[in-house]
């Protein structure tokens, strides 16, 4: 008998890692303007998902290289997911308004994104295709402070990806603050 209540728990355990469902897109209201704003994950265009913070620096000096990314690579989705359940509404909108960014910002107040793809830190970056699966996760870079970095994983992510092919380095070290659960 103790050996089922192993198989039991063990199983339980087992299937409290497993992803949780998400719907075909993302959605929520923009922090700075409470627009809904609803992003197909599939069948769409390819999605990059960065997970950012108002109040981490790492995640702040890298607002300027993702906006630019942003720029680049028009023919991909962005959005920025705040999953800090600390960070206020009024703090999130004084922050993105001052540092503005072309791609809509939305509160993920149930932790539900930031659970399913198991986004750990700010900046942590997720590239989606057209079919909603992941190419890339990882960090924007190899440092703490984007103007420090020498290696731009996410930009060589996106451009291997927009050329067809997937990327060299699927999965890199995120480096940034935590998210706070």
């Known amino acids: 008998m103790p050996r089922l209540f192993q198989l039991i728990a063990l199983g ?8 949780r469902a998400l ?15 609803s ?11 960065v ?6 620096p790492c995640s702040a000096s890298h607002e300027p290289p993702i906006e ?4 680049t690579f028009k023919e991909m989705q962005f959005v920025g997911i705040v999953s800090n359940q600390d ?8 922050h993105f308004t ?39 996760q990882g960090g924007v870079d190899d440092s703490h402070e984007a103007a420090s970095a020498n290696k731009h994983y996410l930009k060589d992510a996106l451009t291997e990806i ?3 092919r997937a990327p060299k380095h699927a999965s890199v070290r995120v480096l940034g603050c935590a998210i706070r659960r």
């Open 23 to 37: 719907a075909l897109s993302i959605e929520g209201n923009d922090v700075r303007t409470q627009s809904a704003v």
């Open 39 to 49: 992003l197909p994950l599939e069948g769409g265009k390819p999605t990059v998902v």
């Open 162 to 164: 927009q050329a067809g």
């Open 12 to 19: 339980a355990l087992i299937g409290s890692f497993a992803p």
């Open 98 to 136: 001052r540092f503005p960014l072309s791609f809509p910002i939305l509160r993920d107040n149930r932790l539900q994104y930031a659970d399913h793809f198991r986004a750990l830190k700010t900046p942590h970056v997720f590239v989606l295709d057209k079919k909603g699966k992941t190419l890339y």
């Open 68 to 71: 630019k990314l942003a720029n």
């Open 87 to 94: 960070e206020t509404p009024d703090e999130l909108r004084e």
């Open 51 to 56: 997970f950012m913070s108002s109040r981490c």
